[in-house]
């Protein structure tokens, strides 16, 4: 008897030790999902938080949670231009990048235009050439390579992308393609920086060759609640057509429904002639 008391008792205090030792335990990080890949999703009550590219130039670093999509769309954008003695208008409705979440820090995008109108003219004329049909096709790969599960202040990845001339004369009318870099800063009081450095290779139709582009960006956002918050950002470009940098000063509200989706709208404002005007409206959706 004196026996069989003292198993129970022993056994009582290591079930003790097991439960404390349990309750002492962290519990798994919220953002950790390095276990999850495209064919083992992260659960939907551990997803990070919305952090699309948009509604500014400059992108964000972290990418879709892995095993689930995301779509990001400009349902309207007015482009107004002007170079030397040409005049330019653009105008693209349901412009839209479908993203997919690969991996814990990789995700894959397809951009996708819907609809492009063209017109451009010579500052002396009044008759606009005018061209419309579906833009040309992008691939893209996002990997960051630091903070993407929010472990520290700063997040930083690398996209990859090559545009395909699938848009006749509404496109390019070459392939296309560049690297860029964005980088993300968390500031106190719901403050985010984020910088970016994007080198590209575009084709000019007219002589039928590449040239190189290089386009800075540096973008401030703040989180006045959980609904709204504000995005100002200044982008400059530089590209071996031109001489001189054209700047722009871009501002956009954003405004968040629900943890998967998001509106914003917004305008560049251009800080020189040669700089392009432009007016947006879009959203952001997770699945």
């Known amino acids: 008897m004196t026996t069989s008391r003292s198993l129970l008792a022993l056994l009582a205090l290591l079930g003790a030790a097991e439960t404390a030792q349990a309750q002492d335990k962290p519990a798994s990080c919220p953002y950790d999902s390095a276990h999850f890949d495209l064919f083992k999703p992260v659960p939907r009550n551990r997803l990070r938080p919305l952090r699309p590219d948009r509604p500014g130039v400059t992108e964000s670093p972290f990418t879709v949670d892995a095993g689930h999509f995301q779509t990001e769309t400009d349902a309207l954008r007015l482009i107004n231009g002007r170079d030397d003695d040409i005049r330019s208008r653009e105008w693209k409705a349901a412009y839209t990048t479908l993203k997919l979440g690969l991996s814990r820090r990789t995700d894959v995008q397809l951009e996708v235009p819907l609809y492009k109108v063209s017109k451009e003219r010579q500052a002396t004329e009044t008759t606009w050439q005018r061209a419309a049909g579906f833009g040309d096709l992008a691939l893209r790969v996002k990997h960051n390579f630091l903070g993407d599960d929010q472990e520290g202040p700063v997040a930083v990845a690398v996209v990859a992308y090559t545009r395909l001339p699938t848009g006749g004369q509404a496109g390019s009318g070459g392939v296309e393609g560049g690297l860029i870099l964005p980088v993300n800063i968390e500031l106190p009081d719901n403050f985010?920086?984020?910088v970016q450095v994007e080198s590209d290779l575009n084709y000019d139709r007219e002589t039928g060759r590449l040239y190189v582009q290089v386009m800075p960006s540096i973008a401030l956002?703040?989180?006045?609640?959980?609904?709204?918050?504000?995005?100002?950002?200044?982008?400059?470009r530089w590209d071996a057509q031109q001489s001189g940098w054209r700047t722009s000063v871009n501002v956009a509200p954003i405004f968040t429904v629900n943890p998967n989706l998001q509106f914003d709208f917004g305008a560049h404002l251009a800080l020189n002639k040669e700089t392009d005007r432009e007016f947006f409206v879009g959203f952001t959706f997770r699945r």
Request: no cysteine; hydrophobic share 40%; net charge negative.
């Open 221 to 236: 956002d703040h989180e006045f609640n959980e609904v709204f918050s504000f995005l100002v950002e200044g982008v400059t």
């Open 192 to 194: 985010n920086l984020d």
